[in-house]
T-cell receptor, first 115, second 111 residues
Framework: DAGVIQSPRHEVTEMGQEVTLRCKPI?????LFWYRQTMMRGLELLIY????????DSGMPEDRFSAKMPNASFSTLKIQPSEPRDSAVYFC?????????????FGEGSWLTVV | DAKTTQPNSMESNEEEPVHLPCNHS???????IHWYRQLPSQGPEYVIH???SNVNNRMASLAIAEDRKSSTLILHRATLRDAAVYYC????????????FGKGTLLTVNP
């Protein structure tokens, strides 16, 4: 089975540029999560979608960050303008419909470096 | 945020059992106990989860204390591929969709 697919795997961009990270959840999963991981702060939940609707975006650091889920098989996380402190690994995860205990499955991550 | 307490690091020898402890004294009755692990340069990987009873799967076993305030992840025979950061998390029950990750335990496996 294909897991959660993220792209790009690695991105190096200059400060001020727009960054778009993409995610394809596992087919049939109705919940999607975006996490960010840094050495200092560990894994942080940024936003959670259920049935394509954003339910909780309290973890989004500031207005420069936005996330969309136009359909059940695609989501984007956009940073505009990007800053060096946004350098991190961004993980997308999805959860199966009706799964017990709300277990989530992660993608391989998008490694972002802003210089 | 849901808080768990885990050792920062543990060490094991290859082919020996490993017991990774976790305290979660503030767990509620509907919260599941989850274990994930993260290998270097990869995303977190689901290992096992349980509510009250001990659980076994092909990767590991989960022993849950009777009062549910602690649990232990058991790797029956550690391999070099088990070297990873292991996260113990509680939550995910009912409408509690959030799984809040702590620092985890860095497991080193010696050949």
């Amino acid at each position: 089975d294909a897991g959660v697919i993220q792209s790009p795997r690695h991105e190096v961009t200059e400060m001020g540029q727009e960054v778009t990270l993409r995610c394809k959840p596992i087919s049939g999963h109705n919940s999607l999560f975006w996490y960010r991981q840094t050495m200092m702060r560990g894994l942080e939940l940024l936003i959670y979608f259920n049935n394509n609707v954003p339910i909780d975006d309290s973890g989004m650091p500031e207005d420069r960050f936005s996330a969309k889920m136009p359909n059940a098989s695609f989501s984007t996380l956009k940073i505009q303008p990007s800053e060096p402190r946004d350098s991190a690994v961004y993980f997308c995860a999805s959860r199966p419909t009706g799964g017990t205990g709300n277990t989530i499955y992660f993608g391989e991550g998008s490694w972002l470096t802003v210089v | 945020d849901a808080k768990t307490t885990q050792p920062n690091s543990m060490e094991s020898n290859e082919e020996e059992p490993v017991h990774l402890p976790c305290n979660h004294s503030t767990i509620s009755g509907t919260d599941y106990i989850h274990w994930y692990r993260q290998l270097p340069s990869q995303g977190p990987e689901y290992v096992i989860h349980g509510l009250t009873s001990n659980v076994n799967n092909r990767m590991a076993s989960l022993a849950i204390a009777e009062d549910r305030k602690s649990s232990t992840l058991i790797l029956h025979r550690a391999t070099l591929r088990d070297a990873a950061v292991y996260y113990c998390i509680f939550g995910g029950g009912g409408s509690n969709y959030k799984l809040t990750f702590g620092k985890g335990t860095l497991l080193t496996v010696n050949p």
